[in-house]
């Protein structure tokens, strides 16, 4: 089996040095899905959630969790973020989300499409919870991820 990096040799987790790193361009996109009922997805494509608007609310959540995801995950370095996308794929009974997240830095940015992901498809399940008690996330996963010298 492969050392984990976060942990030392005494045993104990530990931040991982990157330090010594060259910088890189990286680039990773994280996707997941929501099951809703029919009539969740018609209230949402014409607007009439009683909080508002769903899928603009959680694009801004999406964008704003991937930029505070060091704050979130304990030995996750901060990262300076050039770009922050959050996409919506609205089906009859699922809305499919993909987020992505670029960076020029030593480490990569999975955790933070990840993070942007999760978070958009918590936000439509809280925005959307007193009309469906059903929604079920899931397949929330890592679908590319690139580093390219810069």
């Known amino acids: 089996m ?17 330090s010594a790193k060259p910088q890189s361009l990286r680039l990773a996109m994280a996707t997941g899905k929501i099951k809703i009922k029919r009539a969740t997805a018609n209230a949402i494509s014409r607007n009439r959630i009683g909080k508002g608007n769903v899928l603009a609310t959680a694009q801004i959540a999406g ?3 991937a930029k505070r995801t060091a704050e979130l995950i ?3 370095h901060p990262l300076p973020l050039s770009n922050v996308e959050i996409d919506f794929e609205m089906r009859r009974s699922a809305i499919r989300a993909t987020c992505s997240a670029r960076t020029t830095a030593q480490t990569g940015v999975e955790m933070e499409a990840l993070a942007g992901v999760a978070i958009a ?3 439509i399940y809280d925005m959307c919870k007193a009309i469906d008690q059903e929604m ?3 397949d929330v996963r890592l679908i ?7």
């Open 136 to 138: 079920e996330i899931s």
């Open 121 to 123: 498809l918590l936000t």
């Open 74 to 76: 304990p030995l996750c």
């Open 2 to 18: 492969k050392r984990l990096s976060h942990i030392g040799a005494d045993g104990r987790v530990r931040m991982v040095d990157v």
């Open 144 to 150: 590319k991820k690139t580093k390219s010298a810069i």
């Open 63 to 65: 964008i704003q969790a």
